[in-house]
Each structure stands twice: as C-alpha cells, then as structure tokens.
C-alpha cells in the first residue's frame, strides 16, 4: 500500500529495556513479546494495550543479562513504562527489567542505550555461607546455585 | 528514594546485591526487612558509636547507597507484636509491623514504637477510619504494597487492587502518613522508582503521592537515626556544642 504523508503517520518513541535473569533462563523473542502483550492486556485493558502498541523491535538474551528495544506510540510512554514493569515472568522464568532510556529514533536508542553488557560471565566456585559453591560470576553479581535453586550474591558476600 | 527489600534467607538474593541492583536503579538507599540479613547498625541502648563498622555500614561503602536495618514483626497476636516490639525497637533502626489481621492492624497503628504497618490488607486484613486516625496520631506509617500489581495475575492481582484502591481512600482522607513499597524479594523483583511510580499511576495513584510514599522509608531512617544519637536527649532537646563551656 502507499505510504502515508507524513503528518498522518504514526509517532513513535523506542524503549531501551535491560532484562536480568538467572544464568539458566533461556529467553525467546517470541515469549517475550507475548509476555509484554498479556502484561499490556492485563494492565491497560485491550484498548489501552492497542493505544500504546508496545512492538519488540530487537531481542536479545544470553547468559542471564539481555537487552530489548520496545515501540511505543508517543504519548502512551508513560503506559508503555508501567507495562514494562509489570512483566514479571517470561515462561516461568522470573525476570528482572528496567527501562534504560527512551529515544525518538531506533538508531539513537541502539546507540544510546544498547550495547551495555556487564561483561562476559564465567562460572567458578565461590565461599558463600560457609560452604565452596559453583557460581556464576558477571560482573560484580554472583548467582549462586545452591540446593533449592540459585541465590542472587554479590562480590561482597562471597570474599 | 528508599525500597524495603526482602533480603536471604527471607528472599533469593542477599542485601549487598539487593543494594547494588538497587544502585543501578537510581535508589538512593534500601530498607533490609529481614531481622537475619543484616546486623542492626551501631550503637542500643548506650553501647557507644565508635567501634561502629557494621554490615550496613560496608554495604553503604561498597555501594555508595545507603543501607538501613529493619525487622519485620509477623506476630501470632497483639501481646507476643508487643513484646518483639520491645526487643528491637532499642537495636533496629526501622520497625515494621506485619498487619494483615484486625487485631494486628490495631495494635500497631496504635502503637508510637512502631514505624511501619506493612500489608495492611493481606490475609484477612482490613483497614478503617478508626486506624487511619490512630495511625496518623501515633505517626504510624501505612505501607502501600504493589507487590501484586507487578507480580500477580487474574482475580489475586484484582482483589489485591481493589484493596489498595479502599487503603487510598480511607489513607489520603484522614492524611496518615503512608510507604510505597513493591515488596521484591530478589534482585529480579526490584523495579527501577520510575516504573514504580507508572505503575501505581497506571492504577489509579497520584504520582507524586508515590514518590513521597517511597521518600518517606528514608525520613523515617533518618528520623531514627538522629533519635538513636548520642546527641539526641528527646524531641526538640538535643546535646550541642556548647557543653565543654559550661
């Protein structure tokens, strides 16, 4: 179909979001898109949810640290921001997510925002509570696996 | 702004990563609820503030945000809340108490020693006129928890709203001071203070309301820190500096 004109097309603002999980969460864009559409119903109602669109531009999720860029319509940043912040879970998988900055462009967004890995995370043994545990290290965090699942550390509680 | 955090073995993340996430985050300090993560801070009852360099100290100076010991009381009843009042009221910086029950509710709201109700309206829980008026008397501060806005579904998460919605209401009317909290109980629960604030709003609360109710854990620590001094003698008298003249 034809392109709009210009002043009839849709605005838009790009939502660059940080998600954290535990080192064993495998993330799929579709799961995740899917979360943010049931958390969007569920906050806003459906005509709410298609007032602020919220479109997964980019994806991407590795090793218990990923990154999102999420469209909204301008206007609907404020909703757009709640909604995000209610996405709890990605399949059963908890999941921390913040929104890290907001851009009038995909590429001020990408170049802004994205790109912030907090590094390459290993996995080694660490003193925590009295006992050698196996650790996955990024950073300054230490997800440590105990009996009942992992525990969120940090470099302080382990040396 | 303060978040009050659910720290291990209360939690699935310790308080020196709760305080680093909530660092990144923009918090200027966290409130640890959990009696068994942190030791309390400095001086009791007269034990000096010298040799102070207690967990929440480190944690302050790791991190660069400040770090607030706090004990959750979740009684059976009123008498055994009113004992552990008395307990940690003279080693803890913030009291809360874990309402969620009539008899609870009442107690606490009525009680000056206590800083905090916290999940009024969990469980059988109700609040009304007669509590605000107590708590806004006794400077009791009511928690507001979106605990299930972010994290519930379906009619847990309605019911959970609706009550908070009635909480406002009766709250805002009587003007008793209030908390903001989101309850995270690991590092993956914490939200960032602006998300927090879109949220509530989403749901019907002013924003700046909110943002006064997550300002106000740090008003209460600072309050009961200047009053756990050793300069502080009651309120409005205080030891200055001009002892050695005299």
Known sequence: MKHLPKHLRPRWRYLAVG????????????????????????????????????????????????????????????????????VSEVDDDP???????????????????????????????????GAERSAVVRGDARDVRTGSGYVGAAAFDTE | MYEAVHARPDGDAT??????????????????????AIDPAGAGGGAGTGGRSSDADALREEYGIDVVDAVEIDADGATSASGAVGNYRSDRTVVCVVGGDDGLNRFAVEEPRVDVLVRPMDGSGDFNHVLAKAARDNGVHVEFDLGPLFR????????????????????????????????????????APREVVAAAEAVGFDAEWVREGLRAWGEIAARNRERRSEAFIEPGVRRGRYEEDG
């Open chain 1, 95 to 129: 999941v921390g997510i913040r929104v890290r900055g907001i851009s009038g462009t995909v590429r001020a967004c990408e170049e802004r925002y994205m790109g912030r890995a907090g590094g390459t995370s290993t996995q080694r043994d660490v003193a925590f509570e």
């Open chain 2, 15 to 36: 308080a020196a990563r709760h305080a680093a996430t909530a660092a990144r985050y923009g918090y200027e300090g966290v409130v640890v609820r959990t009696r068994e």
């Open chain 2, 152 to 191: 519930a579904t379906g009619g847990k998460r309605v019911r959970a709203l609706a009550d908070l919605r009635k909480l406002r209401e009766i709250v805002t009317y009587y003007d008793a001071p209030h908390v903001v909290s989101a309850n995270p109980r690991s590092h993956l629960e914490l939200r």
């Open chain 1, 19 to 86: 998600i954290e999980t535990w080192p064993d969460a495998a993330l799929g864009r579709r799961a995740f898109q899917r979360a943010l559409w049931y958390a969007a119903g569920n906050l806003l109602g459906d005509a709410g949810s298609a007032d602020a669109d919220l479109t997964l531009l980019s994806f991407s999720h590795g090793d218990g640290e990923g990154e999102a860029i999420v469209r909204a319509r301008h206007g609907h940043v404020d909703d757009a921001r709640a909604v995000i912040g209610c």
